[in-house]
């Protein structure tokens, strides 16, 4: 890719044309070239009328035979963690307990004046036999030295015995396990001290080390899911404030808090993202209407927040005209914020619940009625495909969790797009990697065939799904007025590629009329980013560029 430089202007108020490519735009599915001017798209078409153009901008783009598509939104993102997973101890490739912890011991040894050692991604259901990280094994391998350590889902950790000192009462908090892993209050207390241990400096330097990843892989925004359980009002206006006065992705912010006002004073959209209805599966705290398969008799997860309150929040939320949201994944979750919403939707009216577009995070546990419901009060379902790439399947963590046949249900993203339940597509990082055509390709091979979308559908759902959940329909999509946050991508040969085997699974048809997309047939190659452009402003440029 090439480009014909004149004297600058200021990024969002030149006029650029790209041109030699392919431009993923329903406007023109044949397009091979665009015209950006001041942040937005002015021009979508042919080659040929490209020249038109070619005399009266400042700069003029060969693709080189590269696509173009609208920048990637990840709906749910925690910004913080996932710089310190970056930059910090990620245990999420550790294969065994023996793996794990060479190498805390190596992060220890690595980091002699941390106040606090911080990790994450540790998974035990992958390991050979399956138990977790014991204290006394962490305090071994750390020296004594105080250790938070978050499992994959963020849902539980395992801690020294230092770092259970610096919070006093633990052990009476719920959750609290003498040896093991801590969950629900005693876990929300313990990660709250270890992340008070994150200076100002750690805390920017790990923000922008996510934001320039996120951008390197052809994100354009993401959704702060921030909150009092979660991280801190000081990270939370930090991280807007940073992506205000920097280059990078768009930051969209969301505070999970039941104090609306708090919310809306933090500069939040909503009082939503992880308002916890429930846990984890993998924590073995999402709330279930029938007992787990492997826990104690008659264990069906944790409940934090009941219908009642749900109804409130969303009455709330509605009457001030912010959105709500919840963290919801076991199917008595999301029962409860059916039949919250429904009552709150008796007391202002379908009409006005409808329109705030209200958000439910995970919603993995659905019925046939609860997907009902969700497109009758308009909720948009904010999900993680790379959850069932990760541990769907018949030999994976949810079938061991639920039986094989309640984890066949689980993320029925074929089944939400049928009802019109709108869909925003994200990776809930650090939980699983940023990664948005690997996103793509997991909804549309999803480990249970009847739950598969189409490549397109699933790349709408990461792109114009993600601006659709805040309130913005004219974005995420390459047409002339629309905001011009685009990637630049080198790719294969583009295919029109179907999730069923009954209609034809490829297609490169010209007569379809249908703008192409990327083989993301397990084992092909993903596509390379090689620029990413938010509001006209170019916030990456890969190496070889």
């Not at 492997?294 to 009457?319: R, W």
């Not at 993995?364 to 993680?384: D, K």
């Amino acid at each position: 890719m090439s480009t014909t430089p004149t004297p600058p202007a200021p990024a969002q108020s030149r006029t650029v044309l790209l041109r030699g490519g392919d431009v993923h735009s329903p406007a023109d599915p044949f397009a091979t070239a665009m015209v950006v001017e001041r942040g937005h798209v002015a021009w979508v078409g042919s080659e040929g009328a490209a020249d038109a153009f070619a005399e009266g901008v400042d700069e003029v783009v060969d693709l080189e035979g590269a696509l173009v598509t609208p920048a990637f939104t990840d709906a749910h993102v925690h910004t913080t963690s996932t710089g310190l997973a970056l930059t910090g101890l990620d245990l999420s490739a550790a294969r065994t307990r023996g793996e794990a912890l060479a190498l805390v011991r190596a992060h220890a040894a690595a980091r002699p004046t941390d106040r606090i050692l911080l990790g994450h991604g540790w998974d035990a259901a992958r390991w050979p036999d399956g138990a977790p990280l014991t204290r006394a094994e962490l305090d071994e391998a750390t020296g004594g030295r105080p250790l938070y350590l978050s499992r994959i889902d963020v849902h539980s950790a395992a801690v020294t015995t230092a770092l259970l000192d610096l919070v006093p009462g633990i052990a009476d908090r719920p959750g609290f396990t003498p040896d093991g892993p801590l969950t629900r209050d005693a876990h929300h207390a313990v990660r709250a001290a270890a992340h008070a241990a994150v200076t100002p400096q750690q805390r920017a330097d790990s923000q922008r080390a996510a934001l320039r990843h996120a951008a390197s892989l052809g994100i354009g925004s993401v959704h702060e899911c921030g909150g009092p359980d979660i991280s801190s009002e000081d990270d939370f206006t930090g991280l807007l404030r940073l992506a205000a006065e920097e280059a990078g992705p768009r930051v969209v912010g969301y505070w999970a808090d039941r104090d609306i006002e708090r919310a809306r004073a933090l500069g939040a959209v909503g009082a939503a993202g992880d308002l916890f209805v429930d846990g984890a599966l993998g924590s073995h705290t999402a709330c279930l209407h029938e007992p787990y398969a492997d826990a104690a008799a008659g264990h069906t997860g944790t409940s934090y927040l009941d219908a009642h309150a749900v109804a409130a929040h969303v009455v709330a939320c509605t009457e001030a005209g912010l959105q709500a949201g919840f963290h919801a994944i076991g199917d008595a979750a999301v029962t409860a914020v059916v039949d919250g919403v429904r009552a709150a939707a008796d007391k202002v009216g379908l009409a006005r619940v409808r329109a705030a577009r209200h958000r439910v995070e995970h919603a993995e546990m659905l019925s046939p009625e609860t997907i009902a419901s969700f497109a009758e009060f308009g909720l948009t379902a904010s999900v993680q495909p790379a959850f069932d790439a990760l541990w769907g399947g018949e030999d994976g963590m949810y079938a061991d969790r639920l039986g094989i046949e309640r984890a066949r249900t689980l993320n029925p993203f074929a089944a939400l797009l049928r009802a019109g339940v709108p869909l925003a597509f994200g990776s809930d990082s650090p939980v699983t990697p940023l990664d948005p055509w690997g996103t793509v390709r997991a909804a549309a091979f999803h480990r249970t065939p009847e739950h598969r979308v189409s490549v397109r559908a699933a790349f709408t759902a990461h792109t114009r799904g993600g601006w659709r959940a805040v309130g913005r329909d004219d974005a995420g999509i390459l047409v002339p007025g629309a905001p011009a946050d685009y990637a630049v991508w080198r790719t294969e040969e583009l295919v029109v590629q179907a999730p069923d085997d009954r209609v034809a699974r490829w297609s490169t048809d010209p007569r379809s009329g249908t703008p192409g997309l990327p083989d993301l047939t397990p084992g092909a190659q993903l596509p390379l980013c090689l620029r990413t452009v938010v509001g006209g402003s170019t916030v990456y440029v890969g190496p070889d560029e």
